[in-house]
Structure formats: structure tokens, C-alpha cells
């Protein structure tokens, strides 16, 4: 028992550090994403810019270390928080579709080539608890590990449908909020540090919740 508390103990410090990496990527880069020159770039690529944008939150989705948070604010900066969140949202449907199929078909050879040895031991916890109402709880409050949880599905035998569905459906409320708050944080650097205060905040909560639900889950087994 006090082996697993002090494993799960030291999961919500990975979280923890992950969101820090994340915010100092913000701060480093948001500024300059702003840039005359910066934007110049993005609108230079005319048509192929939303799909840049698009393919590379896929990317840091399914490559679980890259961090997705500079495509966020140049999808935002770049095209508004209308656009900017439909490239997100669909860069994040892309990923939970690539994420479950890896899983599923190539198995955890892949998944941990793509998203790492420590990864597979977070994702492993999902799947021993892994049902719809986790599912629906992780896409509403898990989203800093959104790719943990869509790798943790494929695992299961949830169908692909019910998955979608779900994913599809309530993604989009963390989703629209976060984007709002990142857009309006856009003004100042330690203004998005912050924000990713509140993820690590969110991140704690729900690492800690399913972390209760695996020690159940344990008593039972």
C-alpha cells in the first residue's frame, strides 16, 4: 500500500514538472510568435499554414515529449481564437484517433517508442481503470495528459465509436475554455505561465483521482 501512494506520489511530480517545461516553452516563445516577422512567416504559407499548425498539435500529441504548447499560440496568434481553436480541436481528434489505433493494432512496442518508457507505466494505470465514465471525467479535466489517456484506450476494449464519440463531444468543453483563457493571455508571457499554473493545478486533481480509483481498483483485484 504504501509502495503504490508513494508511486502515485511521484506521478503528480511528473505532472507537475511536465506542466513547468511546458510553461517555460510559453514563456519563451509566445513572445515572439507575435512578432511582425513571426506572423509575416505563418501567413506566408498561405493554405498550407492551418495544416502546419494542425499536423504539428497532431505531432506533439502522438510523440508524447514534444510539447504542444508553441503550436497552441501560433494557431491562436496567427488566426484568431475562432480558427485557432477549430485547428486545435482538430489536431486533437486527429491524435486521439492516431494515439488509439497505435495502440490497438502496432501494440506497446510502438506506443513506447512514440511516447516512452516512463509514459507506458501512466498509461498502464488507465487501462486497469479505464471505463466510459473515466473517459468521459479524463477529456473534461485529464486534458494535460490527453495522449496518456487516448494511448490507455486502445489498450481496453472500449469500441472506437463510443470512443470517438465521447472524445468528439466533450473535448471541446475544456477545450473552448482553455482556448480562451490562452488568447487573452497572449498579452503577457507570465500571463500564460500562470495559465499553466491552473494546468498543473488540474493536472494534480485528476492524476490524484485516478490514482484513488487504481488503489480500488487494487483492494478488488
Do not use: C
Amino acid at each position: 500500500m504504501k509502495k503504490a501512494i508513494w508511486e502515485n506520489w511521484r506521478e503528480i511530480v511528473k505532472v507537475v514538472a511536465m506542466v513547468l517545461v511546458l510553461a517555460f516553452v510559453a514563456v519563451l516563445v509566445s513572445n515572439w510568435l507575435k512578432t511582425e516577422m513571426a506572423q509575416q512567416r505563418i501567413e506566408s504559407l498561405g493554405i498550407w499554414g492551418p495544416a502546419v499548425v494542425v499536423l504539428y498539435v497532431t505531432a506533439s500529441h502522438v510523440f508524447a515529449p514534444l510539447a504542444g504548447m508553441p503550436g497552441v499560440v501560433v494557431a491562436l496568434s496567427a488566426y484568431g481564437p475562432v480558427m485557432g481553436w477549430v485547428y486545435v480541436y482538430l489536431a486533437s481528434i486527429l491524435s486521439a484517433v492516431i494515439n488509439f489505433y497505435v495502440a490497438r493494432k502496432l501494440g506497446r512496442k510502438w506506443v513506447i517508442r512514440l511516447a516512452g518508457k516512463e509514459a507506458i507505466k501512466r498509461i498502464d494505470r488507465f487501462v486497469n481503470i479505464m471505463g466510459t465514465r473515466l473517459l468521459i471525467a479524463a477529456r473534461v479535466f485529464g486534458f494535460p495528459l490527453y495522449e496518456f489517456v487516448s494511448y490507455a484506450a486502445g489498450f481496453t476494449a472500449i469500441p472506437f465509436s463510443k470512443y470517438l464519440l465521447v472524445t468528439a463531444l466533450v473535448s471541446p468543453i475544456p477545450g473552448i475554455i482553455f482556448t480562451i483563457l490562452t488568447y487573452y493571455s497572449l498579452s503577457s508571457p507570465w500571463m500564460i505561465a500562470s495559465l499553466m499554473g491552473i494546468l498543473i493545478a488540474i493536472g494534480v486533481v485528476f492524476t490524484w483521482y485516478t490514482a484513488t480509483l487504481y488503489l480500488k481498483f487494487q483492494k478488488t483485484d
